[in-house]
């Protein structure tokens, strides 16, 4: 059976992360948890990626990378926030240059919470924004038939 | 019919299948030799159908014409090559064929798509001699550069008369396949540089047509590995079909082992090999000829 979520390529952007998240993102594609096998891509451009995978808070400096990337990706397209900073700032949310979560800025589809998130629960995540790209791809052919 | 025109039809329709599953296995045997379970061997074509399933940024519509240029004259070149057609004209097509890939990635105003074309270009510098040594080394040793003809040459492989040229050409496939040591400009592995060079400003259906472009130029590619070793007898066909699975093993081998170069030593190293292999073989057996 053909579907889009076949083949999910990752863009993985670290907004002010502490790198622990990121590690763990990386350490997905090692031998031990292989996202390969789930046909994910970890394709470092957007134009090419489906799932935008962030990690870590958006302050004032990364907010605009984050809204054109984001707006750089063709649809169907999933946001998944990584990390419980990416979520909402974390133990970072009172600091005055953090605005807060990745939701400040772009639309968030799947929240992964830990500090850092485990690689299991990012497969988790990403597997449920998986199941997302699907449902967008139907929506995205409907407003193209309308 | 005419086994030119069955060759050329089979070519038409089974290479981008032939092609996406090699590219497939490829990528399970890659993910192996690293310790991974891998994707499936149809994974390809999953990408395929969700690149064509997914909105396309046109960046202008210029980069698209050029795209679809690459796409028909890579098509055109493996078509000339396996209906039998003249070897030189079939390498002038293949080089066109870059050239419009090189164009399409430079008409978009992106720092990465120009770095890789001109980074391709030196590729293609870099390739380009050994390609045409290849071409007059079946014309030295068969008498014609028609692919018709040499095969119907004799009982033995072209191979036994030009080892370092096949060597040579093992050499610069890799770079034509984009394996590690030599992918500058763009890349299958997940490790890029430059964003993803040559496909950066791509996206969508354009650049799935960008693959199906890829899956033709390899099944082609192995094609011109199979004329090394394919005769007039009928068993040929077979010793072709396993000389070219290890030829094709040998890359993905290569691809893993060697960590990705500078270009100046692509160059050098491809033209030290072009000339040590290629021209001293393509000397020895001009010698052998005048006897």
């Not at chain 2, 005419?2 to 890659?30: C, E, H, M, Q, W």
């Not at chain 2, 980069?63 to 493996?78: C, K, P």
């Not at chain 2, 007039?232 to 040998?250: E, K, M, N, P």
């Not at chain 2, 500078?262 to 073989?281: E, P, Q, R």
Request: proline share 4%; glycine share 8%; net charge neutral.
């Amino acid at each position: 059976m053909l579907k889009v979520s076949k083949s999910p390529w990752l863009l993985h952007y670290d907004g002010s992360s502490c790198n622990g998240c990121d590690i763990e993102v990386l350490a997905c594609l090692t031998p031990l948890y292989d996202v390969e096998r789930f046909g994910i891509i970890n394709t470092g451009n957007p134009k090419h990626a489906d799932i935008f995978l962030i990690t870590g808070g958006i302050n004032k400096q990364n907010e605009s990378v984050v809204k054109q990337i984001y707006s750089q990706m063709p649809n169907p397209k999933v946001v998944v926030a990584v990390g419980i900073c990416a979520c909402n700032g974390g133990v970072f949310k009172d600091c005055y240059n953090i605005m807060g979560g990745v939701d400040k800025v772009i639309p968030v589809d799947i929240y992964v919470p830990g500090c850092a998130a485990r690689p299991e629960s990012i497969m988790d995540g990403v597997v449920k924004a998986i199941a997302l790209l699907d449902e967008k791809r139907k929506s995205v052919g409907k407003e193209a038939a309308e | 019919m005419n086994i030119s025109v069955v060759s050329l039809l089979l070519y038409l329709i089974l290479g981008p299948f032939a092609g996406g599953l090699l590219a497939g296995i490829d990528r399970k045997i890659t993910a192996r030799m690293q310790g991974r379970k891998g994707p499936s061997v149809l994974q390809p074509f999953y990408d395929l159908y969700k690149l064509f399933n997914k909105q396309s940024v046109v960046v202008n519509d210029l980069q698209d014409f050029l795209v679809a240029g690459f796409l028909v004259f890579i098509i055109f070149t493996g078509c000339l090559f396996f209906s039998g057609g003249d070897l030189l004209l079939v390498f002038f097509a293949l080089t066109l064929a870059g050239i419009f890939f090189v164009m399409s990635a430079c008409s978009a105003s992106s720092p990465y798509g120009s770095m890789a074309s001109q980074r391709e270009l030196m590729q293609m510098m870099a390739y380009e001699p050994m390609v045409l040594l290849v071409a007059i080394g079946f014309y030295i040793v068969t008498g014609s550069f028609a692919v018709k003809d040499i095969i119907h040459f004799s009982n033995i492989p072209a191979v036994a008369y030009m080892p370092g040229i096949y060597l040579g050409f093992l050499w610069v496939l890799v770079i034509k396949f984009r394996k590690s040591p030599f992918d500058l400009s763009t890349t299958h592995h997940a490790h890029q540089e430059m964003v993803k060079g040559l496909t950066t400003e791509l996206s969508g259906n354009i650049l799935a047509l960008v693959e199906v472009s890829h899956w033709y130029e390899n099944v082609f590619l192995l094609g011109v590995v199979g004329l090394f070793f394919a005769t007039s007898d009928w068993w040929s066909a077979i010793v072709v079909i396993v000389t070219v699975a290890i030829s094709y093993f040998l890359e993905i081998l290569v691809d893993n082992v060697f960590p990705r170069v500078k270009w100046d030593f692509m160059l050098k190293s491809t033209w030290i090999v072009t000339l040590v292999a290629g021209v001293i073989n393509l000397m020895v057996i001009s010698l052998i000829k005048l006897r």
